[in-house]
Protein backbone atom coordinates (compact mmCIF):
# COMPACT_ATOMS: atom_id res chain seq x y z
CA UNK A 1 0.00 0.00 0.00
CA UNK A 2 2.55 2.46 1.17
CA UNK A 3 4.86 1.70 -2.51
CA UNK A 4 1.72 2.04 -4.10
CA UNK A 5 0.98 5.56 -2.56
CA UNK A 6 4.87 6.51 -3.72
CA UNK A 7 4.23 5.32 -7.30
CA UNK A 8 1.35 7.19 -7.61
CA UNK A 9 3.08 10.86 -6.83
CA UNK A 10 0.49 11.30 -3.90
CA UNK A 11 3.03 13.18 -1.94
CA UNK A 12 4.34 15.02 -5.09
CA UNK A 13 0.77 16.42 -5.67
CA UNK A 14 0.38 17.70 -1.84
CA UNK A 15 3.42 19.20 -2.01
CA UNK A 16 2.81 20.92 -4.93
CA UNK A 17 -0.39 21.89 -3.37
CA UNK A 18 0.99 23.37 -0.55
CA UNK A 19 3.93 25.14 -2.26
CA UNK A 20 0.51 26.75 -4.11
CA UNK A 21 -1.53 27.52 -1.41
CA UNK A 22 2.22 29.10 0.95
CA UNK A 23 2.44 30.99 -2.26
CA UNK A 24 -1.15 32.49 -1.99
CA UNK A 25 -0.97 32.74 1.42
CA UNK A 26 2.33 34.98 1.66
CA UNK A 27 0.81 37.10 -1.53
CA UNK A 28 -2.31 37.74 0.30
CA UNK A 29 -0.42 38.42 3.52
CA UNK A 30 1.56 41.24 1.31
CA UNK A 31 -1.32 42.90 -0.14
CA UNK A 32 -2.81 43.17 3.06
CA UNK A 33 -0.33 44.92 4.82
CA UNK A 34 0.24 46.95 1.87
CA UNK A 35 -3.59 48.04 1.61
CA UNK A 36 -4.24 47.73 5.38
CA UNK A 37 -1.41 50.70 6.26
CA UNK A 38 -2.01 52.47 2.48
CA UNK A 39 -5.68 53.12 2.96
CA UNK A 40 -6.06 54.52 6.31
CA UNK A 41 -2.76 56.82 5.68
CA UNK A 42 -5.29 59.65 4.41
CA UNK A 43 -8.33 59.12 7.27
CA UNK A 44 -8.22 61.87 10.01
CA UNK A 45 -7.09 60.62 13.62
CA UNK A 46 -8.15 61.81 17.02
CA UNK A 47 -5.53 63.99 18.27
CA UNK A 48 -4.99 63.23 22.16
CA UNK A 49 -4.14 65.58 24.94
CA UNK A 50 -1.98 63.68 27.45
CA UNK A 51 -1.48 64.88 30.66
CA UNK A 52 1.98 63.30 32.40
CA UNK A 53 2.96 62.54 36.12
CA UNK A 54 5.52 65.39 35.88
CA UNK A 55 2.56 67.99 35.07
CA UNK A 56 4.10 68.15 31.42
CA UNK A 57 1.43 67.74 28.39
CA UNK A 58 1.61 66.12 24.95
CA UNK A 59 -0.43 66.90 22.06
CA UNK A 60 -0.67 64.41 19.13
CA UNK A 61 -1.94 60.93 17.24
CA UNK A 62 -1.48 57.56 18.89
CA UNK A 63 0.11 55.83 16.20
CA UNK A 64 1.01 52.66 17.80
CA UNK A 65 1.00 50.83 21.53
CA UNK A 66 2.77 47.90 22.41
CA UNK A 67 4.17 46.19 25.27
CA UNK A 68 7.41 47.05 26.72
CA UNK A 69 10.46 44.20 26.46
CA UNK A 70 10.93 42.00 29.66
CA UNK A 71 7.85 43.39 31.56
CA UNK A 72 4.02 43.91 31.32
CA UNK A 73 4.03 47.50 30.95
CA UNK A 74 2.64 49.56 27.92
CA UNK A 75 3.94 52.35 26.51
CA UNK A 76 2.54 54.78 23.46
CA UNK A 77 3.80 56.47 20.42
CA UNK A 78 2.82 59.98 19.82
CA UNK A 79 2.95 61.96 16.87
CA UNK A 80 3.29 65.01 17.70
CA UNK A 81 4.77 67.14 14.72
CA UNK A 82 6.01 70.42 15.25
CA UNK A 83 9.25 69.58 14.07
CA UNK A 84 10.53 73.38 13.94
CA UNK A 85 9.55 73.36 17.65
CA UNK A 86 10.94 70.00 18.98
CA UNK A 87 13.18 68.89 16.35
CA UNK A 88 10.88 65.30 15.79
CA UNK A 89 8.04 64.46 14.86
CA UNK A 90 7.16 61.22 17.29
CA UNK A 91 7.73 60.54 21.13
CA UNK A 92 7.52 57.33 22.84
CA UNK A 93 5.66 57.61 26.69
CA UNK A 94 4.96 55.03 29.38
CA UNK A 95 1.26 54.47 30.16
CA UNK A 96 1.89 54.40 33.61
CA UNK A 97 3.32 57.73 32.91
CA UNK A 98 0.17 58.90 32.11
CA UNK A 99 -2.13 60.37 34.30
CA UNK A 100 -4.98 62.01 32.30
CA UNK A 101 -5.97 62.18 28.18
CA UNK A 102 -8.58 63.69 26.55
CA UNK A 103 -9.76 64.99 23.17
CA UNK A 104 -10.47 68.40 22.84
CA UNK A 105 -12.70 69.35 20.30
CA UNK A 106 -10.72 72.93 19.55
CA UNK A 107 -7.09 71.14 18.40
CA UNK A 108 -6.04 72.27 15.23
CA UNK A 109 -3.93 70.09 12.54
CA UNK A 110 -2.16 72.09 9.95
CA UNK A 111 -0.41 70.41 7.25
CA UNK A 112 2.09 72.99 6.14
CA UNK A 113 4.42 73.71 3.48
CA UNK A 114 7.62 72.65 5.19
CA UNK A 115 8.50 71.35 8.99
CA UNK A 116 5.74 68.50 8.60
CA UNK A 117 2.58 68.85 10.43
CA UNK A 118 1.56 71.50 13.37
CA UNK A 119 -0.61 70.30 16.53
CA UNK A 120 -1.81 73.14 18.94
CA UNK A 121 -4.67 75.52 19.70
CA UNK A 122 -5.68 78.80 17.53
CA UNK A 123 -4.48 81.78 19.53
CA UNK A 124 -5.16 84.63 17.22
CA UNK A 125 -5.40 85.92 13.44
CA UNK A 126 -3.25 88.58 12.28
CA UNK A 127 -4.51 89.68 8.75
CA UNK A 128 -4.15 92.56 6.77
CA UNK A 129 -5.81 94.04 3.50
CA UNK A 130 -8.71 91.73 3.71
CA UNK A 131 -12.27 91.91 5.99
CA UNK A 132 -11.94 90.54 9.84
CA UNK A 133 -11.87 86.65 9.90
CA UNK A 134 -14.90 85.80 11.42
CA UNK A 135 -15.13 84.22 14.93
CA UNK A 136 -15.64 80.92 15.97
CA UNK A 137 -14.44 77.28 15.39
CA UNK A 138 -13.78 77.92 11.76
CA UNK A 139 -12.56 81.05 11.66
CA UNK A 140 -9.08 79.69 10.53
CA UNK A 141 -10.29 77.90 7.36
CA UNK A 142 -12.64 80.85 5.85
CA UNK A 143 -9.11 83.05 6.25
CA UNK A 144 -6.88 80.50 4.48
CA UNK A 145 -10.05 80.29 1.46
CA UNK A 146 -9.76 84.11 1.58
CA UNK A 147 -6.35 84.03 0.67
CA UNK A 148 -6.57 81.34 -2.21
CA UNK A 149 -7.52 83.61 -4.51
CA UNK A 150 -4.43 86.03 -3.82
CA UNK A 151 -2.00 82.47 -3.51
CA UNK A 152 -3.62 81.35 -7.21
CA UNK A 153 -2.30 84.87 -8.49
CA UNK A 154 1.16 83.99 -6.94
CA UNK A 155 1.55 80.18 -8.79
CA UNK A 156 0.30 81.63 -11.82
CA UNK A 157 3.00 84.05 -11.95
CA UNK A 158 5.77 81.56 -11.07
CA UNK A 159 3.97 79.42 -14.16
CA UNK A 160 4.88 82.68 -16.11
CA UNK A 161 8.11 83.57 -15.01
CA UNK A 162 8.50 79.53 -15.90
CA UNK A 163 7.61 79.99 -19.32
CA UNK A 164 9.82 83.27 -19.74
CA UNK A 165 12.52 81.01 -18.33
CA UNK A 166 12.09 78.40 -21.37
CA UNK A 167 11.54 80.69 -24.28
CA UNK A 168 14.71 82.49 -23.34
CA UNK A 169 16.60 79.23 -22.88
CA UNK A 170 15.05 78.60 -26.98
CA UNK A 171 16.79 81.63 -27.72
CA UNK A 172 20.21 80.88 -26.27
CA UNK A 173 20.28 77.92 -27.71
CA UNK A 174 19.47 79.22 -31.51
CA UNK A 175 22.10 82.32 -30.85
CA UNK A 176 24.84 79.55 -29.98
CA UNK A 177 23.65 77.32 -32.76
CA UNK A 178 24.08 81.00 -34.83
CA UNK A 179 27.68 81.71 -32.76
CA UNK A 180 28.91 78.18 -34.03
CA UNK A 181 27.92 78.56 -37.44
CA UNK A 182 29.81 81.56 -37.56
CA UNK A 183 26.51 83.66 -38.58
CA UNK A 184 27.41 86.63 -36.91
CA UNK A 185 25.46 90.15 -37.13
CA UNK A 186 22.54 89.08 -39.17
CA UNK A 187 19.23 90.75 -39.05
CA UNK A 188 17.30 87.45 -37.40
CA UNK A 189 19.78 87.60 -35.18
CA UNK A 190 19.70 91.15 -34.24
CA UNK A 191 15.91 90.19 -33.81
CA UNK A 192 16.66 87.27 -31.46
CA UNK A 193 18.88 89.41 -29.00
CA UNK A 194 15.82 91.87 -29.01
CA UNK A 195 13.31 89.67 -28.86
CA UNK A 196 16.04 88.24 -25.89
CA UNK A 197 16.01 91.44 -23.85
CA UNK A 198 12.45 92.06 -23.92
CA UNK A 199 12.09 88.80 -22.50
CA UNK A 200 14.33 89.79 -20.06
CA UNK A 201 12.78 93.18 -18.74
CA UNK A 202 9.24 91.03 -18.64
CA UNK A 203 11.14 88.78 -16.35
CA UNK A 204 12.41 90.87 -13.95
CA UNK A 205 9.17 92.70 -13.42
CA UNK A 206 6.96 89.67 -12.73
CA UNK A 207 9.90 89.14 -10.61
CA UNK A 208 9.72 92.31 -9.11
CA UNK A 209 5.89 91.46 -8.45
CA UNK A 210 5.69 87.96 -7.63
CA UNK A 211 8.73 89.22 -4.49
CA UNK A 212 5.94 91.82 -3.91
CA UNK A 213 2.76 89.93 -3.70
CA UNK A 214 4.97 87.25 -1.74
CA UNK A 215 5.88 89.41 0.76
CA UNK A 216 2.49 90.94 1.28
CA UNK A 217 1.23 87.38 1.71
CA UNK A 218 3.65 86.50 4.13
CA UNK A 219 2.47 89.07 6.58
CA UNK A 220 -1.03 87.21 7.39
CA UNK A 221 -0.23 85.12 10.36
CA UNK A 222 -1.60 82.81 12.74
CA UNK A 223 -0.29 82.63 16.47
CA UNK A 224 -0.77 79.12 17.56
CA UNK A 225 -0.15 77.73 20.93
CA UNK A 226 0.99 74.01 21.66
CA UNK A 227 0.31 71.53 24.55
CA UNK A 228 2.14 73.97 27.47
CA UNK A 229 1.36 77.34 26.59
CA UNK A 230 4.33 77.77 24.05
CA UNK A 231 3.66 80.14 21.03
CA UNK A 232 4.12 79.77 17.36
CA UNK A 233 3.66 82.09 14.69
CA UNK A 234 2.89 80.68 11.10
CA UNK A 235 2.71 82.27 8.21
CA UNK A 236 -0.65 81.77 6.33
CA UNK A 237 0.78 80.87 2.83
CA UNK A 238 2.79 78.01 4.44
CA UNK A 239 -0.72 76.18 5.02
CA UNK A 240 -2.06 73.77 3.00
CA UNK A 241 -4.76 72.61 5.06
CA UNK A 242 -6.22 73.12 8.39
CA UNK A 243 -8.83 71.12 10.23
CA UNK A 244 -10.20 69.73 13.82
CA UNK A 245 -10.38 66.11 13.68
CA UNK A 246 -12.19 65.63 16.58
CA UNK A 247 -14.98 67.96 15.86
CA UNK A 248 -15.45 66.40 12.73
CA UNK A 249 -18.21 63.81 11.49
CA UNK A 250 -18.14 61.06 9.56
CA UNK A 251 -18.88 62.97 6.30
CA UNK A 252 -16.41 65.49 6.92
CA UNK A 253 -13.71 63.09 7.62
CA UNK A 254 -15.02 61.23 4.13
CA UNK A 255 -14.68 64.51 2.12
CA UNK A 256 -11.34 65.35 3.63
CA UNK A 257 -10.08 61.91 2.70
CA UNK A 258 -11.31 62.41 -0.93
CA UNK A 259 -9.98 65.56 -1.00
CA UNK A 260 -6.39 63.90 -0.17
CA UNK A 261 -7.00 61.24 -2.85
CA UNK A 262 -7.30 64.22 -5.23
CA UNK A 263 -4.03 65.58 -4.10
CA UNK A 264 -2.31 62.63 -4.50
CA UNK A 265 -3.34 61.48 -7.70
CA UNK A 266 -2.94 65.34 -9.20
CA UNK A 267 -0.35 67.27 -7.04
CA UNK A 268 2.92 67.81 -6.99
CA UNK A 269 4.95 65.95 -4.18
CA UNK A 270 6.58 68.52 -0.99
CA UNK A 271 8.35 68.28 2.13
CA UNK A 272 11.24 65.99 0.45
CA UNK A 273 8.72 64.14 -1.18
CA UNK A 274 6.95 62.59 2.17
CA UNK A 275 4.09 65.08 1.59
CA UNK A 276 1.51 65.77 -0.85
CA UNK A 277 0.64 64.19 -4.26
CA UNK A 278 2.29 62.12 -6.54
CA UNK A 279 1.24 62.98 -10.20
CA UNK A 280 4.90 63.36 -11.49
CA UNK A 281 5.94 59.76 -10.25
CA UNK A 282 2.79 58.09 -11.54
CA UNK A 283 2.84 59.91 -15.38
CA UNK A 284 6.72 59.24 -15.02
CA UNK A 285 6.13 55.04 -14.40
CA UNK A 286 3.11 54.99 -17.34
CA UNK A 287 4.95 56.60 -19.71
CA UNK A 288 8.14 54.60 -18.48
CA UNK A 289 6.12 51.18 -19.14
CA UNK A 290 4.31 52.33 -22.38
CA UNK A 291 7.80 53.71 -24.01
CA UNK A 292 9.58 50.16 -23.10
CA UNK A 293 7.09 48.52 -24.60
CA UNK A 294 6.73 50.32 -27.60
CA UNK A 295 10.55 49.79 -28.07
CA UNK A 296 10.91 46.03 -26.48
CA UNK A 297 8.13 44.18 -27.68
CA UNK A 298 8.20 44.62 -31.64
CA UNK A 299 12.31 43.75 -31.32
CA UNK A 300 11.16 40.57 -28.43
CA UNK A 301 8.45 39.24 -31.26
CA UNK A 302 10.48 39.28 -34.36
CA UNK A 303 13.38 38.08 -32.76
CA UNK A 304 11.44 35.42 -31.93
CA UNK A 305 9.84 34.76 -35.31
CA UNK A 306 13.04 34.30 -37.17
CA UNK A 307 14.31 31.91 -34.53
CA UNK A 308 11.15 29.77 -34.86
CA UNK A 309 10.23 30.66 -38.53
CA UNK A 310 13.29 30.97 -40.41
CA UNK A 311 16.72 30.44 -38.99
CA UNK A 312 18.10 27.45 -39.61
CA UNK A 313 18.78 24.73 -36.45
CA UNK A 314 22.63 25.03 -36.02
CA UNK A 315 25.57 25.75 -33.53
CA UNK A 316 24.68 29.26 -33.83
CA UNK A 317 21.13 29.42 -33.57
CA UNK A 318 21.69 26.90 -30.48
CA UNK A 319 24.14 29.70 -28.95
CA UNK A 320 21.73 32.33 -29.67
CA UNK A 321 19.21 30.63 -27.32
CA UNK A 322 21.24 29.97 -24.75
CA UNK A 323 22.57 33.65 -24.28
CA UNK A 324 19.13 34.48 -24.68
CA UNK A 325 17.81 32.65 -21.53
CA UNK A 326 20.97 33.46 -19.99
CA UNK A 327 20.29 37.02 -20.63
CA UNK A 328 17.20 36.90 -18.92
CA UNK A 329 18.74 36.35 -15.83
CA UNK A 330 21.56 38.23 -15.55
CA UNK A 331 20.79 41.30 -12.62
CA UNK A 332 18.92 44.41 -13.19
CA UNK A 333 21.93 46.38 -12.34
CA UNK A 334 24.25 45.01 -14.88
CA UNK A 335 21.39 46.37 -17.49
CA UNK A 336 22.09 49.90 -15.79
CA UNK A 337 25.70 50.07 -16.21
CA UNK A 338 25.59 48.46 -19.69
CA UNK A 339 22.49 51.30 -20.77
CA UNK A 340 24.93 53.94 -18.98
CA UNK A 341 28.09 53.00 -20.99
CA UNK A 342 26.30 52.44 -24.28
CA UNK A 343 23.17 54.51 -24.54
CA UNK A 344 23.88 57.46 -22.67
CA UNK A 345 27.85 58.08 -23.08
CA UNK A 346 28.11 55.87 -26.61
CA UNK A 347 24.85 56.70 -27.84
CA UNK A 348 23.93 59.56 -26.31
CA UNK A 349 27.35 61.47 -26.75
CA UNK A 350 27.49 60.52 -30.62
CA UNK A 351 24.08 62.39 -31.21
CA UNK A 352 25.46 65.38 -28.99
CA UNK A 353 28.34 65.68 -31.48
CA UNK A 354 26.46 64.79 -34.66
CA UNK A 355 23.68 67.21 -33.83
CA UNK A 356 24.22 69.47 -31.03
CA UNK A 357 27.62 70.10 -31.21
CA UNK A 358 26.62 73.90 -30.26
CA UNK A 359 25.73 73.12 -26.90
CA UNK A 360 29.15 70.82 -25.71
CA UNK A 361 30.44 70.48 -22.77
CA UNK A 362 26.78 70.44 -22.12
CA UNK A 363 25.14 67.50 -22.57
CA UNK A 364 21.42 67.20 -24.02
CA UNK A 365 21.29 63.32 -24.98
CA UNK A 366 24.27 62.48 -23.45
CA UNK A 367 22.90 62.23 -19.93
CA UNK A 368 20.31 60.54 -18.19
CA UNK A 369 16.78 60.59 -19.75
CA UNK A 370 13.25 58.82 -19.96
CA UNK A 371 14.51 57.72 -23.51
CA UNK A 372 17.96 56.13 -22.57
CA UNK A 373 15.94 54.15 -19.42
CA UNK A 374 13.41 52.95 -21.61
CA UNK A 375 15.54 51.22 -23.80
CA UNK A 376 17.76 50.01 -20.51
CA UNK A 377 14.32 48.14 -19.76
CA UNK A 378 13.12 46.74 -22.83
CA UNK A 379 16.64 44.91 -23.26
CA UNK A 380 15.94 44.04 -19.59
CA UNK A 381 12.15 42.41 -20.83
CA UNK A 382 13.19 41.67 -24.21
CA UNK A 383 14.64 37.83 -23.61
CA UNK A 384 11.22 37.05 -21.93
CA UNK A 385 9.13 38.29 -24.88
CA UNK A 386 11.53 36.29 -27.57
CA UNK A 387 11.26 32.72 -25.20
CA UNK A 388 7.39 33.18 -24.98
CA UNK A 389 7.37 34.10 -28.71
CA UNK A 390 9.20 30.71 -29.75
CA UNK A 391 7.35 28.46 -27.54
CA UNK A 392 3.98 30.25 -28.55
CA UNK A 393 4.75 29.25 -32.32
CA UNK A 394 6.24 25.55 -31.12
CA UNK A 395 3.05 24.63 -29.67
CA UNK A 396 0.98 25.27 -32.86
CA UNK A 397 0.98 21.76 -34.56
CA UNK A 398 2.81 21.55 -37.91
CA UNK A 399 -0.37 20.37 -39.38
CA UNK A 400 -1.67 23.94 -39.17
CA UNK A 401 1.12 24.82 -41.13
CA UNK A 402 1.22 22.30 -43.69
CA UNK A 403 -2.25 22.38 -44.30
CA UNK A 404 -2.33 26.44 -45.44
CA UNK A 405 0.34 26.03 -47.45
CA UNK A 406 -1.39 23.09 -49.15
CA UNK A 407 -3.91 25.27 -49.98
CA UNK A 408 -0.89 27.92 -51.92
CA UNK A 409 -0.47 29.79 -48.79
CA UNK A 410 2.86 31.60 -48.61
CA UNK A 411 4.80 31.49 -45.74
CA UNK A 412 4.25 34.63 -44.92
CA UNK A 413 0.64 34.83 -45.00
CA UNK A 414 0.71 31.53 -43.14
CA UNK A 415 2.62 33.21 -40.58
CA UNK A 416 0.76 36.57 -40.38
CA UNK A 417 -2.36 35.39 -40.86
CA UNK A 418 -2.77 32.02 -39.26
CA UNK A 419 0.21 31.09 -36.94
CA UNK A 420 0.39 34.75 -35.30
CA UNK A 421 -3.18 35.09 -34.32
CA UNK A 422 -3.23 31.38 -32.81
CA UNK A 423 0.48 32.53 -30.88
CA UNK A 424 -0.71 35.46 -29.70
CA UNK A 425 -2.11 34.44 -26.32
CA UNK A 426 1.37 32.93 -25.29
CA UNK A 427 3.47 36.30 -27.04
CA UNK A 428 0.84 38.41 -24.88
CA UNK A 429 1.59 36.03 -21.80
CA UNK A 430 5.67 36.97 -21.98
CA UNK A 431 4.85 40.71 -22.46
CA UNK A 432 2.79 40.15 -19.47
CA UNK A 433 5.71 38.63 -17.24
CA UNK A 434 8.25 41.30 -19.12
CA UNK A 435 6.06 44.65 -18.40
CA UNK A 436 5.22 43.76 -15.03
CA UNK A 437 8.85 42.76 -14.15
CA UNK A 438 10.35 45.91 -15.78
CA UNK A 439 7.50 48.10 -13.52
CA UNK A 440 9.34 47.50 -10.54
CA UNK A 441 12.66 47.94 -11.33
CA UNK A 442 14.63 50.43 -9.62
CA UNK A 443 17.99 49.52 -10.09
CA UNK A 444 18.66 50.56 -13.71
CA UNK A 445 16.28 53.49 -13.41
CA UNK A 446 18.70 54.88 -10.76
CA UNK A 447 21.77 54.40 -13.04
CA UNK A 448 19.93 55.54 -16.02
CA UNK A 449 17.64 58.73 -15.25
CA UNK A 450 15.14 58.69 -12.55
CA UNK A 451 15.71 61.77 -10.41
CA UNK A 452 14.36 62.55 -6.71
CA UNK A 453 12.17 65.56 -7.77
CA UNK A 454 11.78 66.51 -11.62
CA UNK A 455 11.30 69.72 -12.66
CA UNK A 456 9.57 69.51 -15.85
CA UNK A 457 7.65 66.48 -17.09
CA UNK A 458 8.82 64.46 -19.98
CA UNK A 459 5.41 65.22 -22.03
CA UNK A 460 4.03 68.75 -21.91
CA UNK A 461 2.48 71.45 -23.79
CA UNK A 462 6.25 73.11 -25.15
CA UNK A 463 7.68 72.34 -28.32
CA UNK A 464 8.24 69.72 -29.86
CA UNK A 465 6.09 67.94 -26.57
CA UNK A 466 7.42 64.50 -26.52
CA UNK A 467 11.19 65.90 -24.10
CA UNK A 468 12.90 62.05 -24.04
CA UNK A 469 16.60 63.59 -23.06
CA UNK A 470 14.43 65.27 -19.99
CA UNK A 471 15.02 63.06 -16.53
CA UNK A 472 11.75 61.79 -14.87
CA UNK A 473 10.69 60.36 -11.52
CA UNK A 474 9.17 57.11 -10.50
CA UNK A 475 7.11 55.61 -8.17
CA UNK A 476 9.53 52.77 -7.49
CA UNK A 477 12.42 55.08 -6.77
CA UNK A 478 9.88 57.17 -5.04
CA UNK A 479 9.80 54.28 -2.49
CA UNK A 480 13.73 53.63 -2.08
CA UNK A 481 13.61 57.21 -1.54
CA UNK A 482 11.77 58.05 1.04
CA UNK A 483 11.77 55.01 3.00
CA UNK A 484 15.89 54.64 2.49
CA UNK A 485 17.00 58.20 1.99
CA UNK A 486 14.76 60.10 4.38
CA UNK A 487 16.16 62.25 7.06
CA UNK A 488 12.61 61.67 8.71
CA UNK A 489 11.83 57.88 8.31
CA UNK A 490 8.96 57.45 10.70
CA UNK A 491 7.20 60.25 9.13
CA UNK A 492 7.85 59.04 5.65
CA UNK A 493 6.60 55.60 6.37
CA UNK A 494 2.85 56.31 5.58
CA UNK A 495 3.77 57.60 2.24
CA UNK A 496 6.22 54.47 1.40
CA UNK A 497 2.52 52.17 2.06
CA UNK A 498 0.67 54.40 -0.25
CA UNK A 499 3.04 54.75 -2.83
CA UNK A 500 3.75 50.36 -2.80
CA UNK A 501 -0.30 50.17 -3.13
CA UNK A 502 -0.42 52.67 -6.21
CA UNK A 503 2.51 50.57 -7.86
CA UNK A 504 0.88 47.94 -7.34
CA UNK A 505 -2.34 48.96 -8.69
CA UNK A 506 -0.92 50.67 -11.52
CA UNK A 507 0.61 47.46 -12.57
CA UNK A 508 -1.83 45.46 -12.11
CA UNK A 509 -4.18 47.26 -14.46
CA UNK A 510 -1.45 47.40 -17.03
CA UNK A 511 -1.60 43.52 -16.97
CA UNK A 512 -5.02 43.38 -16.16
CA UNK A 513 -6.05 44.76 -19.76
CA UNK A 514 -2.60 42.73 -21.14
CA UNK A 515 -4.68 39.37 -19.69
CA UNK A 516 -7.93 41.05 -21.15
CA UNK A 517 -6.40 41.06 -24.74
CA UNK A 518 -4.80 37.63 -24.19
CA UNK A 519 -8.15 35.75 -23.69
CA UNK A 520 -10.07 37.56 -26.09
CA UNK A 521 -7.32 36.48 -28.40
CA UNK A 522 -7.53 33.27 -26.81
CA UNK A 523 -11.22 32.72 -27.68
CA UNK A 524 -11.14 34.31 -31.31
CA UNK A 525 -8.10 32.14 -32.45
CA UNK A 526 -8.27 28.40 -29.92
CA UNK A 527 -8.19 25.76 -32.13
CA UNK A 528 -9.97 22.59 -30.75
CA UNK A 529 -10.10 19.88 -33.68
CA UNK A 530 -6.51 19.75 -34.81
Not at 12 to 31: H, P, R, Y
Not at 251 to 263: N, P, Q, T, V
Not at 298 to 325: F, Q, S, T
Request: glycine share 8%; charged share 20%.
Amino acid sequence: MSKKFWQQGEPFVWATGLALSLILFLTMLLLYVVIANGLMVFWPKQVALATLSDGRQLLGEIVREEVIPGGQAKRLQFKIGNRDLYGLDFKWVDASSITSMSFPQNVQVLERQEFGNFYGFLSELEVKGLAPPATGSNSLEQTIAALDSRKKEVSLLGKKIANLNRRVEMIDHRLIQAHYDKEENTPALAALQGEKEGLKTEFEALVGILNEKGAALATNQAIFLDANGRTKAIPLVNIVRSYQPNAMSVLAKCGYYLERMRELFLDEPRESNTEGGLFPAIFGTIMLILLMSVLSFPLGVLAGIYLREYAKDGYLVRLVRIAVNNLAGIPSIVYGIFGLGFFVYGVGGSIDQMFFPERLPTPTFGTGGILWTSLTLGLLTVPVVIVATEEALGAISPGIREGSQALAATKLQTLTRILLPMASPGILTGFILAMARAAGEVAPLMITGVVKLAPALPLDGVFPYLHLDRKFMHLGFHIYDIGFQSPNVEAAKPMVYVTTLLLILIVLLLTSTAIHLRNRMRQRYSVTDV
